[in-house]
Each structure stands twice: as structure tokens, then as C-alpha cells.
């Protein structure tokens, strides 16, 4: 969801874009889609990314097997290896990844993130983190607590992102037919958030620091 103004810019561009992705989300069940069972959600995910990859235009989308939600338990050094293989078997002029706040805290992604920048260490390759700016921040945070006063999710702001995506209209229809794939992640609250044009902008607009460039505020 937090990269597909690039993509769908970068394809119009005619780049080739590539998704590596190291679980199948088996531990997110929701209750989503209505009518099917916990054990199913692996292949009901796959499906939604599937869809979702041919409207925004990817070439091609790997995923492993990792445990969702326990990716820091497993073999980091073979997770480093495999993105290493694959980088060099994809031969990308730019890699985006998560940087070392997981965008939200989420542990499987600042592990993930963490494999990647060892494993682009010292390659040359042009190599970004995934970020939200203070406005893009305040924005999903307000829209965050309006449903969940409570919550514990967290964003971690950066001042000043070397690259920005900014959709235009055109755009942002492409990622709301992408993200309304992912009908298993659609609780009330990011449904309503898809259907909110105006802070559904800031979901959709996508921001980049350079890898041991910059870090976000408070990590």
C-alpha cells in the first residue's frame, strides 16, 4: 500500500517493477473476506496481490514462506542471503525498502528492512527506505486515532525525504483499485480510509530517504 504511487509511475516510465515479499500475511485474519477460514488467508492474500500487481503493472512478485509476525525469530543471515540472490538476479537500478521503523513499528518489516540494507552493503546500488513525511505522519496518525483513540500504532516522521511520489488524480483512482484488492485487510476503519479522498492522498503519496542517509524522528 506505501509504494504504489512509485510503481504505477515508475511502469508509466517503462520500468520494469519487481516485488519481493517474505511472508504470505497468514497471520492477519480479520475475519475478511466474509465466508472463508483463518487457514485459507496465505492464499487469499496471494490472490489479492496478484490482483492487485496487475493493476498497478509489476513485472513479477516473489514470495517466501517466512512465518508472518515472527520473521525476527528466523535465520536473518539467510534472509540477507536470499535478497542478496535476488538483487543480483534482477539486476534493479533502484531498490526500495523498509527503513528501520518498519513504517509503523511492525516487527517483520524492520527485520526485513534490516536484511536488505545488509544485504545491498557496500553493492553501489541506489537504495531508498520507505518513510512518511511530518505531514503525510500527522495526516494517518489524526485519521488512526478518530477510529482508535487508544492505539499503539506508531509513525516515525522524517524531516526533509529525498524523493516524494506525489499522485495526481489519475494516480490515486490506480492505487484505490490496487488497494481495494486486498479485501482481507479492509477493516472498517481502512475502508473508510480508501473511501476518504482527502487523507486517502496522503496513504497514496509515497516518501524516500536515501539508506544510511537519514533516519526517522524518534527511532
Known sequence: MGNGTAVVRSVAAGSEVHLLCVTRGGAGWNGLPPGRRPEELPGIRAGELDRAAAVLGLASVELWDYPDGRVPACDQHEITRRIREAVARLDPELVLGWGPD???????????????????????????????????????????????????????????????????????????????????????MYRALVEDSATFFWLARNSYVRAGASSAAGC
Open 102 to 188: 518498519g513504517g509503523y513499528g511492525h516487527p517483520d518489516h524492520i527485520a526485513v528492512g534490516a536484511c536488505t540494507d545488509a544485504a545491498l552493503a557496500g553493492s553501489g546500488r541506489e537504495h531508498y527506505h520507505l518513510a512518511l513525511d511530518r505531514p503525510e505522519a500527522n495526516a494517518l496518525e489524526a485519521w488512526v486515532r478518530r477510529f482508535d483513540p487508544e492505539t499503539t500504532m506508531r509513525f516515525f516522521p522524517v524531516d526533509g525525504p529525498d524523493l516524494v511520489y506525489e499522485p495526481t488524480p489519475d494516480e490515486l483512482k490506480t492505487v484505490r483499485r490496487a488497494v481495494e484488492c486486498h479485501e482481507s485487510q479492509l477493516s472498517p
